[in-house]
C-alpha cells in the first residue's frame, strides 16, 4: 500500500445477491474488509469503506417469485438484513450501496457510453448459463455437466442476440498488470490461477441478455431497451457509481481518481470477475485501475460446504445473538486463515472462546484490575518504568503484527497480538505480585503489566473494537498517569 496521495484508502466488500439471508460466509468478508478499515483508520488514514447488495440478478427475480412478492419489495427487504450486519457484527461501512438505486443506473448508464465503441458489439449467441453463478459456462467450467460451484442447479441453454465485450484483446495488457502487481492480487495462489486464466487466451463476454429473459428486471442498455445489461457489468459498476461516477464528482475524484489505494475485497470464486473483466471494463471507459484485489476463501460447517440443501446454513445474526459480536469476529478472525479456506464448528467456537478470549485476554486484564484496584493513580514514566524485556516484547509484536497485516494476514496479526498476551502472563507470574501486594516493586510490575496490556489492547483494537473500548475502562492512561477501575469480566466461561 502507498502511503502517498494524503494517507487515503478506499475498500468494498463484494455486493451480495439478496435471493437469500446472509450466511457466515457473508460475515466472514464484512468482518475481514471491517478489520482492514479499522487499522488503516487508526493509522490516521482517510478510510472510505462501501457495503453494498446486488439487487438486478435474476435470481433475485426467481426468489421472490417464489416467495410470492414483487421483485422490488423482495430485494429493498432483504437488502435491510444484509445493510443490517453493520449493527449487528459492528461493520464500519461508511456508504451502502443497492444497484437499484438512482445513482447506480446513473452511472451505469454512463460508464457503458463511455466504453471504447469498439468493444462492443452484438452477435447472436448460444450457451449454457449458471443463474446461480449469473454467468454463461463453457465446457471447460464444467464438472458432470454441471457448474462446480452449483452442483445442484441445472444449467439453463439460452440462444439469443446479445451485446459482447472485446475482452480478448485485453489479454496483454491484463498480465503485464498482474505479473508486474500494478494489480496486486493477494493470495499469490490467486494470482497464479489469473495470470494461468490468461494464458488459456480471453473470450469475449456477453453484457447484455433479452429483456424478455431478464424478465424486465435490470438495467436498460441505454439506446436498445429491448436489452438488459448484464449483471456482472452491472454490479461491479458499484464500486464507482456509489462515490457519484456520472453523478456526484467529488467523492468519485477524492476516492477512486486521485487515490492510489483502492482496495477490493471478495471471495476467491469472484476473482476472475474482479482481476480480469473488471479492469478491462476500466480501461474501455478510461477509468483508472484499483491497486489491490484481496481474495479472500470460503468456510466449511464441521467439513462440508455450506449449503440449503445439505442444511448447515448458519445465519450470523443467530450466532451474533448466542455468542455476542466480539466472539463471533474473533473465532472467524482468528480460526479461518485469512488467505484459504477454514472450517466452523460450535465446538472449535467454545474452545477459541474459552481458551483465548475467557482464559487469554479476559484472564489477564481481570487479574491486572484485581491487583491493582486499590492503588491510586499512578503517574508513569516510560523511560525509567518500563522494563527492557517488556518494552522489546511489546515493539517485537507490533513489528510481527504490522507485517502480517501489510498482506492481510489477519489471523496471523491476532496470533502476535496472542502472544503478547501469553508473555504478558508469563511476566506476572514471574514477579508474582500478589506475595508483594504495595510498595515501588508492585507498583513497577503493575506499570509493565498494563504497559503491555496496552500494546495488546491497540493490536486488537481493529478485530476487536468493543473489547479494545472494555480494557480502556479498567485500565486506564491518560498524560502518563495510569487508573485501574476494576469492572466486571470482560468475557466470562462459558461452561
Ligand atoms: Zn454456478
Redesign the pocket.
Known sequence: MSNSEKNRIYITTAIDYVNARPHVGHALEKIQADVIARFFRKKGFDVHFLGGTDDNALKNVLAAKAAGVSTSEFVDTNAEVFRGLKDALGISWDDFIQTTEERHKIGVEKFWRACDPKDIYKKAYKGLY?V??E?F?TEKDLVGGK????PS?SLEEVEEENYFFRLSTYGEKLKKLIESDELKIIPESRKNEMLSFIRQGLEDFSISRSRARAQNWGIPVPDDPDQVIYVWFDALLNYITSLGYGSDNALFKKYWEENENILHVIGKGITRFHAIYWPAMLMSARVKLPQTIFSHGYITIEGQKISKSVGNVIDPYDLVKEFGAETVRYFLLREIPAHSDGDFSRVRLIERYNGDLANGIGNLVARVATLGEHINPLQIDFQSDIEKESDAASDAAFKKYEAYMENFRLNEALGAAWELISFADRYINDKKPWTLKEGPEFERTIKNATYLIGTITNLIEPFLPGTAGKIRQQILFKDSVLEIKKGVGIFPRIP
Open positions: 449458471c446461480g453463478c454467468e459456462k457448474c462446480s460451484e452449483h442447479t
